[in-house]
């Protein structure tokens, strides 16, 4: 089993940064990836940044250049540092947990960007 938690969601004015946690519990040896997702209102939920566990990332078109994602094994958490922030940013953040037979999500954090 393995259990997330995200903190670090918050109002932001455009053009401003805020950095995501997610810290994991359990039996986190069984993480292959880790992943940022999130879901705009009336949107699908689309994935924003991942990372493998031998530490290759990917980002969304979309988020290139302004977020990064990161992660800190002693601490067993993934972070996802966001800066210029834009209001079509705005959405619940979730963090996402891949493994062997392992799909696990945490709760969410919101995010909002006002413009």
């Known amino acids: 089993q393995v259990q997330l938690v995200e903190s670090g969601g918050g109002l932001v004015q455009a053009g401003g940064s805020l950095r995501l946690s997610c810290a994991a519990s359990?039996?986190?040896?069984?993480?292959?990836?880790m992943g940022w997702y999130r879901q705009a209102p009336g949107k699908q939920r689309e994935v924003v940044a991942a990372?493998?566990?031998?530490?290759?990332?990917n980002y969304a078109d979309s988020v290139k250049g302004r977020f990064t994602v990161s992660r800190d094994n002693a601490k067993n958490t993934t972070y996802l540092e966001m800066n210029s922030l834009k209001p079509e940013d705005t959405g619940v953040y979730y963090c996402n947990a891949l493994g062997y037979k392992l799909v696990v999500w945490g709760q969410g954090t919101q995010v909002t960007v006002s413009s």
């Open positions: 359990g039996s986190i040896f069984s993480i292959k990836a």
């Open positions: 990372i493998t566990s031998g530490g290759s990332t």
